[in-house]
């Protein structure tokens, strides 16, 4: 009980100092940009600013993977020489069909379609595709459940990594990301009050492609001919343009694009670069094809359709058309993101004003300091020395409660300022069951010595019993929980582990060199 080595007790000091330490930054501004300066960093509930609920469009998921897949029977068939009619897909039905014109071997064709499929690995490689083929030549390929499934976990999780490098790009501090259910997704947006901008940015797929024009088709075709698209220009409001659906070129092979101005005319463009496959795909086109228009299509949009003059071998192009500075940045910023799988659609949006979230802080602020208040009366009140040293330890739990948040990157909420709160009433738990047990102790007629070393002890393992079940439970909460309710677990979790230390060891020391110092009669437990 008395005895703490020069090294225990100088790493109990260093503990608590570096705790103290760290919450202190929360205090003061960064110094300088180079220096770190961990802070804890307020929640949209307390800062102000956007809320917003996203959902992935599954079903544009399916139908791109079915057009896909499509193209890749057709293929197939043609160069087996397989006779077949009907060819489509069916988004309802999620599958692709077909008719095959007899004779036909259905043994043949499916071992001719077998290489389609592709093991699911993230549902133990389970196929992705069920293909059946009937008596009268009816042929389905049907994506399987798993399928479905790990396209949608697939879909949701690309989103999420395009929706940080946009949200990035336009400067935003401490965005909060998450995915929610299986197809939507949550963003938080401190500090922006207007997040018309952003939906914008969002909402756009920003899926840039290039395709020669089909010059010999009118752009007022009805129904154009097989592998011919008519698309609306951008720019040009009833115009439409002719273009192959065969993707000449795939914007996913950009490299980097930059807003800029044309020196000539002063008109602002985007400025793009491929990356070392897209260079190659970009000069053989565009070497094989001078003279001809190509068409620059972004969302089934034509920006463009600028001539090819002469062979562009550098990977390098321009992007020109009715761009404002602001556009050109956003359109830049797209393309430098990648394009989203799906579409995405505001399901739910809230904003957050600061002096709403001012008068958060300050609620929570005041219930902080008067809960606070409450437990060091009534220690103190209840215990007299030894309650004194539980406030002791209770302020440095607090500090290292902030120091360890701070050391995390941690954003404070609402719910996390109540678990500050409810973790200071926790906290003095301990050292109740101790004094309780020393104060019997005492009342048995044990020495001063003799109840101190049984009261730690036998309160010891009730305190590790009712703080691991509690961690258990919160770690529990922050798995399966919605944002919120993982910050409101993620600050009880942290305040447990703080409590155990404070509680049990800088207590104990404190009493120790009291004890050592005083050597009492009795103790000033009653």
């Not at 293909?131 to 798993?146: D, K, Q, V």
């Not at 008109?267 to 068409?295: C, D, E, L, S, Y």
């Not at 620059?296 to 071998?313: G, H, M, Q, T, Y």
Request: with cysteine.
């Amino acid at each position: 009980m008395l005895y703490f080595s020069r090294l225990k007790t100088l790493l109990i000091i260093l503990v608590c100092a570096t705790g103290v330490g760290l919450a202190l930054p929360n205090l003061f501004a960064r110094p300088a940009p180079w220096l770190p300066w961990p802070q804890i960093h307020l929640g949209l509930d307390l800062r102000g600013g956007s809320y917003l609920l996203m959902q992935v469009d599954m079903n544009a998921v399916i139908r791109e993977d079915l057009a896909d897949l499509t193209d890749e029977v057709r293929n197939t068939l043609v160069k087996a020489n397989v006779a077949y009619t009907d060819l489509g897909s069916n988004a309802g039905a999620k599958d692709v069909s077909f008719h095959l014109i007899a004779p036909f071997d259905a043994a043949a064709i499916r071992k001719l379609l077998t290489p389609l499929i592709t093991p699911v690995e993230a549902a133990g490689g389970v196929p992705d595709l069920d293909i059946t083929i009937s008596r009268s030549g009816n042929a389905r390929l049907t994506l399987s459940r798993p399928a479905l499934f790990a396209k949608a976990s697939q879909a949701v999780s690309q989103s999420i990594t395009i929706i940080e490098r946009r949200i990035d790009g336009t400067g935003v501090v401490d965005p909060q990301i998450a995915r929610q259910g299986r197809d939507r997704i949550v963003i938080q947006l401190p500090g922006v009050s207007d997040p018309n901008r952003i939906k914008k940015l969002l909402g756009e797929t920003a899926h840039m492609t290039f395709h020669m024009v089909a010059t010999n088709v009118s752009p007022e075709t009805k129904t154009p001919p097989p592998g011919v698209e008519i698309l609306p220009m951008q720019d040009h409001p009833g115009q439409s343009l002719a273009i192959r659906s065969r993707v000449s070129v795939d914007g996913a092979d950009l490299s980097n694009a930059q807003a800029g101005q044309n020196p000539q005319t002063g008109q602002w463009v985007v400025n793009f670069t491929f990356n070392a496959r897209g260079a190659g795909k970009f000069a053989a086109v565009t070497t094989a094809n001078v003279g001809k228009p190509f068409a620059i299509v972004l969302d089934n949009k034509i920006i463009s359709a600028p001539v090819i003059r002469e062979p562009i071998i550098g990977g390098r192009g321009q992007i020109s058309g009715n761009f404002t500075a602001r556009s050109a940045t956003d359109l830049a910023l797209l393309l430098r993101a990648g394009a989203l799988p799906a579409p995405l659609t505001v399901v739910e949006q809230q904003s957050v004003g600061p002096e709403l979230g001012a008068d958060a802080i300050r609620a929570g602020i005041i219930s902080l300091a008067v809960g606070f208040a409450l437990v060091i009366v009534f220690m103190a009140s209840f215990y007299g020395l030894f309650g004194w040293f539980a406030n002791v330890a209770l302020v440095v739990n607090l500090l290292m409660m902030l120091g360890i948040l701070s050391l995390m990157g941690a954003t404070l909420t609402l719910p996390g300022m109540a678990g500050i709160l409810l973790t200071l009433g926790m906290a003095v738990d301990a050292n109740v069951l101790i004094n309780e047990r020393v104060r019997e102790e005492a009342k048995l007629g044990r020495k001063p010595l003799a109840a101190l070393e049984a009261g730690y002890k036998r309160a010891y393992g009730t305190i590790i019993d009712s703080n691991v079940t509690t961690l258990l439970a919160h770690i529990t909460l922050f798995i399966f929980g919605s944002p919120p309710v993982r910050g409101f677990a993620v600050t009880i979790c942290v305040g447990i582990i703080s409590t155990l230390f404070t509680a049990t060891v800088l207590v104990r020391l404190i009493t120790a060199r009291w004890y050592v110092a005083r050597r009492p009669a009795e103790l000033p437990v009653f």
